[in-house]
T-cell receptor, first 113, second 113 residues
Framework: DAGVIQSPRHEVTEMGQEVTLRCKPISGHNSLFWYRQTMMRGLELLIYFNNNVPIDDSGMPEDRFSAKMPNASFSTLKIQPSEPRDSAVYFC???????????FGQGTRLTVV | GENVEQHPSTLSVQEGDSAVIKCTYSDSASNYFPWYKQELGKRPQLIIDIRSNVGEKKDQRIAVTLNKTAKHFSLHITETQPEDSAVYFCAASPVTGFQKLVFGTGTRLLVSP
């Protein structure tokens, strides 16, 4: 298994533009998590899905952020419009049913200028 | 909700010394405590975990201890090596029916040759 796959690895965009981050979880994992990592705030859980259903989105910072999981093998995190303070590394992670071990993707480094 | 505090934020040791990182959590219902290692520019990777029915777990040079009464758990690395240099994150998973890891703020460990 290739593990959790995220794309793109790096994204540079201008303020105000829409940004879409993509994630393919490990096959068979039914929980998917989106995290944001910054020096100031560490690893923050933005949202997580269980069986494609959003369970807790209390970590989503603003309405500019939205996430979807249309099927068990794909999820997106969208920021519209993007702002410089959104610059961070965004990680997607997945885990097995009834397990707590989360496996992380390589992350997407987002820079908003 | 769950809150995880981690100390110290940075730790410098000489090669061969031991390193100890400590975490406390707030939700007494949490029952799963993993530790992740993140090397510079890479993804967090699970290195060891412990569940609340166990007080200590070892894996070669790494051990984790858990004190549920005091709500704290620790990571112990013995005979440290330069390749142990990384940021280490602790996490706790509240018992909510769904997996949800809450991370500590991380400890930057530097092992000098």
């Amino acid at each position: 298994d290739a593990g959790v796959i995220q794309s793109p690895r790096h994204e540079v965009t201008e303020m105000g533009q829409e940004v879409t981050l993509r994630c393919k979880p490990i096959s068979g994992h039914n929980s998917l998590f989106w995290y944001r990592q910054t020096m100031m705030r560490g690893l923050e859980l933005l949202i997580y899905f269980n069986n494609n259903v959003p369970i807790d989105d209390s970590g989503m910072p603003e309405d500019r952020f939205s996430a979807k999981m249309p099927n068990a093998s794909f999820s997106t995190l969208k920021i519209q419009p993007s702002e410089p303070r959104d610059s961070a590394v965004y990680f997607c992670a997945s885990s097995l049913p009834d397990q707590r071990m989360a496996f992380f993707g390589q992350g997407t480094r987002l820079t908003v200028v | 909700g769950e809150n995880v505090e981690q100390h110290p934020s940075t730790l410098s040791v000489q090669e061969g010394d031991s390193a100890v990182i400590k975490c406390t959590y707030s939700d007494s219902a949490s029952n799963y405590f993993p530790w992740y290692k993140q090397e510079l520019g890479k993804r967090p990777q699970l290195i060891i975990d412990i569940r609340s029915n166990v007080g200590e777990k070892k894996d070669q040079r790494i051990a984790v201890t858990l004190n549920k009464t005091a709500k704290h758990f620790s990571l112990h690395i013995t005979e440290t090596q330069p390749e142990d240099s990384a940021v280490y994150f602790c996490a706790a998973s509240p018992v909510t029916g769904f997996q949800k890891l809450v991370f500590g703020t991380g400890t930057r460990l530097l092992v000098s040759p």
